[in-house]
């Protein structure tokens, strides 16, 4: 997956400086944007940034599609609130340590 950097286009509050959270034994960066206020995070899966919502007791990963849309998107300059609240609703499917496939045969 090589994005061009559209992260550069968003405008981190706290200045360049993200949010350290600590979360299942991971240490996780997290910056919002102040102008579109979408949550991106490190360290949750690998080294890269990743589109997350961000909830009152942990952050979670959003869906692969969410993920790569934010990763691409320039930053839209301003809160998509309707379009970006049905993305902040999907998640992740959350794979165990090996991508073993939960098949029920019979
Ligand atoms: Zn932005």
């Given at each position: ?56 007791l ?7 599609n ?18 970006d ?22």
């Amino acid at each position: 997956m090589s994005n061009r950097n559209a992260l550069h286009t968003h405008l981190w509050s706290d200045r360049e400086i993200p949010h350290v959270i600590h979360q299942d034994g991971r240490t996780v960066y997290h910056h919002r944007c102040v102008l579109c206020g979408r949550d991106f995070g490190q360290g949750l899966n690998g080294g890269g940034w990743h589109a997350i919502y961000v909830g009152i007791l942990r952050i979670e990963m959003l869906a692969e599609n969410v993920d790569a849309r934010w990763m691409g998107d320039d930053c839209p300059g301003e809160p998509l609130w309707d379009q970006d609240q049905e993305d902040r609703a999907t998640r992740r499917v959350q794979m165990s340590s090996h991508s073993k496939v939960a098949r029920s045969s019979h």
